[in-house]
Nanobody
Framework: VQLQASGGGLVQAGGSLRLSCATS????????MGWFRQAPGKEREFVAA????????TYTDSVKGRFTISRDNAKNTVYLQMNSLKPEDTAVYSC?????????????????WGQGTQVTVSS
């Protein structure tokens, strides 16, 4: 099983980035997908999640209205469009896969994880 996040980088406050998480080794359409982030010295925190079909999503309050999670089951890939970025969004962003078709913000409920991608937002 492989989950590979990409698309991170350095951006000024107010800018945008689009993260991708390409997967292999799982039946992608059978998994809820989530994005989490970890800032230096902090625990990994939930950002967003999307159901198998992509119809239902959920976000942590701090990113609502700025971030959008989506998925392409034909490409086995989940995305995170991040707009109006703020310095406090700086973190390593990782994707996780959860088999049960119930959205969850609990990182312990995600079975598979990929290496993250660094997002740095300058002020």
């Amino acid at each position: 099983v492989q989950l590979q996040a990409s698309g991170g980088g350095l951006v000024q406050a107010g800018g945008s980035l689009r993260l991708s998480c390409a997967t292999s080794g799982i039946t992608f359409s059978m998994f809820v997908m989530g994005w989490f982030r970890q800032a230096p010295g902090k625990e990994r925190e939930f950002v967003a999640a999307i159901t198998r079909s992509g119809i239902t999503t959920t976000y942590t309050d701090s990113v609502k209205g700025r971030f959008t999670i989506s998925r392409d089951n034909a490409k086995n890939t989940v995305y995170l469009q991040m707009n109006s970025l703020k310095p406090e969004d700086t973190a390593v962003y990782s994707c996780g896969a959860r088999f049960l078709n119930v959205l969850s913000s609990n990182r312990s409920e995600y079975a598979y994880w990929g290496q993250g991608t660094q997002v740095t937002v300058s002020s």
